[in-house]
């Protein structure tokens, strides 16, 4: 079974500053990958997916994200945080169903940002 | 187009009660899940369906019946409320692969 860990529960990081948050997953197969991020009391926004072709994947906010198969990583980064960063960030990985993916989620990360 | 709606936001049972989660989506997408969010535990997958009429079970399905008789509703019933369920219920529905929208959520408390 597909499962994926994330092992910060928390991260704090000044306003301006780099930013990683890793994760790390378990599939058989070619994995579909994503980050989710999500504001308090909102639902999940897709930051960026990996399906293929190129291992460094750019996505919204200035996020981007690479998959190393020979470490089953899949870590998100960006160059320079601002203040609206602050959430929960949830990595997934996709089992292919029927044209779609059940998605399997990590324990999620809960950045903070200070100034 | 309103994407993944989800009613009521907020809900309070007492134990043993019953009630229906709903959850539409105006995009004519086949595939629609339902999760659930705890604490300290990510979105665990509940059911899913990849299409009117056909439904299948996730990862904590135990405690929820679904059914799919149109492509635009997939509705969450709770028989019998434990406290167990307890926690926040996310809808969300996909046209393809990569592509899943997530409802705004409800949030249930179950006395």
């Known amino acids: 079974a597909q499962s994926v860990t994330q092992p910060d529960i928390h991260i704090t990081v000044s306003e301006g500053a780099s930013l990683e948050l890793r994760c790390n997953y378990s599939y058989g197969a070619t994995p579909y990958l994503f980050w989710y991020v999500q504001s308090p009391g909102q639902g999940l926004q897709l930051l960026l997916k990996y399906f293929s072709g190129d291992t460094l994947v750019q996505g919204i906010k200035g996020f981007e994200a690479e998959f190393k198969r020979s470490q089953s990583s899949f870590n998100l980064r960006k160059p320079s945080v601002h203040w609206s960063d602050a959430a929960e960030y949830f990595c997934a990985v996709g089992e292919e169903t029927r044209g779609n993916e059940k998605l399997t989620f990590g324990t999620g990360t809960r950045l903070t940002i200070i100034p | 187009n309103a994407g993944v709606t989800q009613t009521p936001k907020f809900q309070v049972l007492k134990t043993g009660q019953s009630m229906t989660l709903q959850c539409a989506q105006d995009?004519?997408?086949?595939?629609m899940s339902w999760y659930r969010q705890d604490p300290g535990m990510g979105l665990r997958l509940i059911h899913y369906?990849?299409?009117?009429?056909?439904?299948d079970q996730g990862e904590v399905p135990n405690g929820y019946n679904v059914s799919r008789s149109t492509t635009e509703d997939f509705p969450l019933r709770l028989l019998s409320a434990a406290p167990s369920q307890t926690s926040v219920y996310f809808c969300?529905?996909?046209?393809?692969?990569?592509?899943?929208?997530f409802g705004p959520g409800t949030r249930l408390t179950v006395l």
């Open positions: 969300a529905s996909s046209g393809g692969p990569g592509t899943q929208y």
């Open positions: 995009m004519n997408h086949e595939y």
């Open positions: 369906s990849v299409g009117a009429g056909i439904t």
